[in-house]
């Protein structure tokens, strides 16, 4: 069996992943920590909740202990950018416990909150800043921080970072940092054109891949409910009953739909909180809190909690609505089946989202198991043909299936109903 020992990390850092109860290395943190430690460029696949952070962090923290000095004010040595304020926190803390007791600083760049305190913590000079592109653009035209001598570049969701929405971004911080650099790139999908972008901002880098891209955990059980949208929220309610004490994530397309379903699953009696845009930095950590520490069981978000959100208690994953960018769909279900636990992902398709479910499984490469309803038009598979009506939902007899149905025995339950017509794209 490999060890921490057997990669090359230093020994007091060994010790602490020790005491933390971290003793054995996944497979992408095996292969890239050494490759990082000789200084080779890295870009990292792997599936959700398979220890990317550390497969990155290690190393970069081992190679800032050659550092005999302090970083000079407003310099950073290390550079970590994420998407997302939930995956820039979630960072943040899993370094935040490598470095405690050591002179190292980790600092925190992110919008939703006030500017200035940020500014003052980097003047001081940082070892690592994670940060998010808006913001740290905001520091950098403000001539609050300097970029020249940082020696450690990493793109954590690096598909996201180099799509289009953060390309300009990334661009344009670029501009800042020297071109001789290491830089490691890690994702859990990497589309092919965001292949081809990242050659842009690696040198001759090794590729680290242990699973095909786009593939989910092999812990998580998937199904699909093909159902009216009129009817997803009752067909929701149902499916949490059935596990009230294990927590879920449902996730909704739309920030004002989120609100939507979240009043009504207090209505229904759920405690429930939302993460979207249109909550502040504030209200966001709030809530995500009160899931962590089983205050609510049930968070109802948009694709800003798809990544980064790292809690091993999540049983159940909840598609309300498909995204429109499948990789995402990959994102959010690797929110369960986190640390070697198993988890249940179900999603819901309506007539409308057709086209998104074909974009889905062709990125995964496999069919989404059938839970209820039959599959709508352009979507038939006779292996995969369930009993009753289109649009109608359908518990069949039998064993109950993985995270969602109702239960075997008794006789089947029709809802009545067939949607009239094929509706407008959901909103929520």
Known sequence: ??????????????????????????????????????????????????????????????????????????????????????????????????????????????????????????????????????????????????????????????DQMLDLGFIHALRKIAEFLPEKRHTMLFSATMPKQMSEIAGAYLDNPERVQVSPPGKAADKITQGIHFIAKAEKTSLLIELLDAHRDEAAIVFARTKHGSDRLMKALDRAGYATAAVHGNKSQGQRERAIKAFREGETMVLVATDVAARGLDIPQVRHVYNYDLPNVPENYVHRIGRTARAGMDGAAVAFCSPDEVDELKAIQKVMKMTIPVLSGRPWMGLEDPKQKSKGGQGRRVWQGGEKPKGGGKPSGGPRRRRKGPPRGKSRRANG
Do not use: H
């Not at 971290?22 to 497979?27: A, N, S």
């Not at 000079?72 to 470095?99: D, F, G, H, S």
């Open 1 to 158: 069996m490999t060890t921490f020992n057997d990669l090359g990390l230093p020994k007091k850092l060994v010790e602490k992943l020790v005491k933390t109860g971290i003793d054995k290395p996944t497979p992408i943190q095996e292969r890239a920590i050494p490759l990082a430690l000789e200084g080779r460029d890295v870009m990292g696949l792997a599936q959700t909740g398979t220890g990317k952070t550390l497969a990155f962090g290690l190393p970069l923290i081992a190679r800032l202990q050659s550092y005999g000095r302090k970083p000079e004010p407003k310099t950073a040595r290390a550079l970590i950018l994420a998407p997302t304020r939930e995956l820039v926190n979630q960072i943040k803390e899993n370094l935040a416990v490598l470095v405690d007791g050591t002179p190292f600083k980790v600092g925190l760049v992110v919008g939703g909150v006030s500017i200035n305190p940020q500014i003052s913590r980097v003047a001081k000079g940082t070892d690592i800043i994670v940060a998010t592109p808006g913001r740290l653009i905001d520091l950098l035209e403000r001539e609050a921080i300097d970029l020249s001598a940082t020696d450690f570049l990493v793109l954590d969701e690096a």
